[in-house]
């Protein structure tokens, strides 16, 4: 059995999956820090100074604290029940740049490979001298109007 596992893990495919899986998770890291470092806060200044991370939607009305002024820290050291809107849209903008970003780097991968046209087939028929017909290359006789041929390349 543990013969079987070493021969699975080993194989070609396994491997590939494996370092795409920790080289996604870099990536995925990377991109998440340019969304919630780089880009949201301009987005977030240029709409009216606002965090989005911190939009919430409490599900219970806090005793003492205006709603108004509830942010997800007091939410969370109150033990309120809250609907995290705001780190939905960060992960949802999140997402969408990571899958652009993704499509970028696929884009660019495949412009840089380049396609290898196959090869030219080898003929397998020929026309037949006499009547025009399209034959197989190895016929000694024409399957429609029965004339001699010489064998193709003679």
Known sequence: MLKEFREFVMRGNVLDLAVAVII???????????VGDVLMPPIGRIIGKLDFSSIIIPLA???????AKLTLKTATDLGLPVIKIGLFVNNVIDFVIVAFVIFLVIKLVNRLQRKKAAPPAEPTTRDCP???STISLKAVRCPYCTSQLEKAGS
């Open 24 to 34: 996604g998770t870099a990536f995925g890291k990377i991109v998440s820090s340019l």
């Open 130 to 132: 006499y009547c025009a």
């Open 61 to 67: 009305k806090p005793e003492g604290v205006d709603l």
